[in-house]
């Protein structure tokens, strides 16, 4: 009887631990708010993200050029496959403020877009 008891207890502390780190990760998520475009700071140079808060489609506009795919979300990691067919490009991602956000990885190192506002509402838009 006492090992069935320990069995729900840690069974109920494991639910209510994963229960607890799904719901951290969503309000994360919602901080983030990844969908939208974001405008590269002090440069020439946009990423516009859609999709939902965890994946979806990208472009990248710069001067040397455009690049557009899908991306996913990985823990912190932004992960970026083109279309032109070249392997995933990982990014670190970190949140400074609402609105502005870091990007450091391969050719995009130590960047810092911020995002544009507005309270238009794409709807299923394409890139």
Do not use: C
């Not at 494991?14 to 969503?26: D, E, I, M």
């Not at 083109?82 to 960047?111: L, M, N």
């Amino acid at each position: 009887m006492a090992a069935l008891f320990v069995v729900i207890v840690v069974a109920a502390l494991a639910f209510a631990y994963v229960k607890g780190t799904r719901s951290n990760r969503l309000r994360w998520l919602k901080r983030l708010d990844l969908p939208g475009i974001w405008h590269w700071e002090d440069h020439e140079g946009t990423l516009e993200l859609a999709g939902s808060f965890e994946e979806g489609h990208y472009r990248f506009r710069e001067p040397e050029g455009n690049e557009s795919g899908r991306w996913v979300l990985q823990g912190q990691l932004l992960v970026l496959t083109p279309e032109s067919g070249a392997g995933p490009a990982s990014y670190d991602v970190r949140f400074f403020d609402e609105g502005k956000i870091g990007v450091d990885g391969p050719g995009r190192s130590r960047r810092i877009y911020v995002k544009e506002h507005s309270n238009v509402v794409p709807l299923r838009r394409k890139l």
